[in-house]
């Protein structure tokens, strides 16, 4: 099966990109704004001969089984800089495979979605029944975000002929992930490297952390099951709430942590229980095998080693 990667210099790309060579032959067409860079960061993995890499120009000039769409904001301070120009960014890049499947109505497209189409009241975890809530009437730059994904949703939807996934990722970890963006885990595994004490506000939440490895195995359920039109939550084996995470780094990794009122950056609003109990990926044959605290601590590790390494060398 040949797939096109659109937006593939974005961080959960990058990991997907090196769970398919690790296992699998699948040939990749990456596609990207800058090629050169992404060029330099597959020989960094050894990976310089393997996979064709191609500006979006380029976009179209093949045949593929399937598109993934990963363009869109990894990071939450980012999403809030940009404003509104998510919206327009999000749309294009969609417009640009939706194009692509009028030519090749069979071509399966999955778009990187995100829990935030719910909207910003996660008082409980959402679930089939769930439904969208927006402040129509007062839309703040951090709806723009879950707006947008939910815009692209509907269009999608609207395409029902098409095979269309959408895999919306909730929280996602990984050691390859940018330590200087604003997302909890990174704040913890900063002061963790420093030795120093990390600000973590008070409140109680709970997080679906989905590991590199799980969501490998969500992309191939979804390529391998039969094709279909809809929108899937993603998910691990267990959430993990912030007592047990904190509590967790602090006996494998002495994470040394300060109570402190006001300490996150809340891109898209704050979401005290920001994961989902919807199975509908288990329908295509989707089996997570981590929890989230498992594939933090792995991927922790892995950032740790890398760093002792790094001072090491």
Not at 14 to 36: G, K, M, N, Y
Not at 172 to 184: C, E, G
Not at 206 to 235: G, I, M, T
Request: hydrophobic share 45%; proline share 5%; net charge neutral.
């Amino acid at each position: 099966m040949a797939i096109a990667l659109v937006g593939a210099s974005s961080q959960i790309a990058r990991d997907l990109i090196l769970s398919f060579a690790e296992q699998s032959t699948q040939p990749l067409s990456l596609f990207v704004r800058e090629p050169q860079a992404l060029q330099s960061w597959l020989a960094t993995v050894g990976l310089q001969n393997r996979y064709a890499v191609a500006d979006y120009g380029h976009f179209g000039e093949a045949e593929y089984q399937a598109v993934i769409n990963f363009v869109g904001v990894g990071d939450p301070a980012k999403a809030l800089r940009m404003g509104g120009s998510v919206l327009e960014v999000t749309w294009h890049y969609d417009t640009l495979v939706l194009d692509y499947l009028r030519r090749y109505p069979h071509c399966r497209y999955l778009f990187l979605s995100s829990g935030a189409v719910y909207g910003s009241r996660f008082m409980e975890p959402v679930n089939e029944q769930s439904v969208a809530q927006l402040p129509v009437n007062a839309l703040t730059p951090q709806d723009y975000y879950g707006i947008a994904k939910l815009h692209a949703e509907c269009r999608h939807r609207a395409c029902a002929e098409w095979p269309i996934v959408d895999l919306r990722v909730f929280n996602y970890f990984s050691h390859t992930q940018d330590l200087a963006a604003r997302f909890l885990i990174t704040d913890l595994l900063r002061a963790i490297l420093r030795r120093e004490v990390v600000r973590v506000s008070p409140d109680y939440i709970v997080r679906d952390f989905l590991h590199p490895a799980d969501f490998y195995r969500l992309v191939c359920a979804v390529l391998q099951a039969p094709p279909s039109n809809l929108a899937v939550d993603c998910y691990t084996l267990a959430p993990v709430d912030k007592p047990a995470l904190l509590a967790a780094l602090q006996e494998k990794f002495a994470l040394q942590v300060e109570m402190a009122a006001g300490a996150a950056v809340n891109a898209t609003g704050s979401k005290p229980h920001y994961y989902s109990l919807q199975r509908r990926a288990a329908q295509l044959g989707y089996q997570p095998q981590l929890s989230s605290l498992q594939g933090i601590v792995l991927e922790a590790e892995k950032v740790l080693r890398r760093e002792e390494q790094g001072k090491g060398g």
